[in-house]
């Protein structure tokens, strides 16, 4: 089992349309998690930490549940420069264990 | 200019040649990464540096090996390149010390060995 699993996808959704997705870890001393994007053959870029409380920046809202060990990202209003892959990220022993899901693909059709 | 560069963006090369992937930073920061990324397999860690004297491995550090020749640059060799070394090979670097905090990566290396 990997440590960080994501759907791999792709979800082909409308724009407008609101999409969620979900990572789980294996790991329960992980301490901080991420959500990357990365757009086709380019590097991964940080969209958001995941906090306990949860956060939202603009369109898009990070949950972590640490009791069931997953955390999720909601887009809404998704528009067709969401399309990309979105990387889950999981650390733990002071950075020193940096683990990274495969990516959900998500691809907004207009 | 970019924050994190590398060096070549592109290679092709083939069996049992030597390579070397150069990466430099100009945000100041201590730590330094290199990752693989393959379809269907995600971002693997394959060797970090803490600070020029302090180089760890990651999770999958044979057949590489790397040198730290100053803050800002992390070179990775491949002694005798593989098949499946072919990848997309991302340098990144931490703005800080701590668990929380997040990478910056350079564009990325597309290493072809034929």
Redesign the interface.
Known sequence: RKE?EQD?GPFNVPEGATVAFNCTYSNSAS??F?WYRQDC??????LM?VYSSGNEDGRFTAQLNRASQYISLLIRDSKLSDSATY?CVA??????K?T????TKLQVIP | DADVTQTPRNRITKTGKRIMLECSQTKGHDRMYWYRQDPGLGLRLIYYSFDVKDINKGEISDGYSVSRQAQAKFSLSLESAIPNQTALYFCATPTGQGVGDTQYFGPGTRLTVL
Do not use: A, C, H
């Not at chain 1, 990274?100 to 990516?103: A, E, N, P, V, Y």
């Open positions: 960080v791999p301490q901080s991420f053959r380019k590097e991964p870029k940080l930490s990387l650390t733990s022993g002071g950075y020193q940096v990274f899901g495969t990516g």
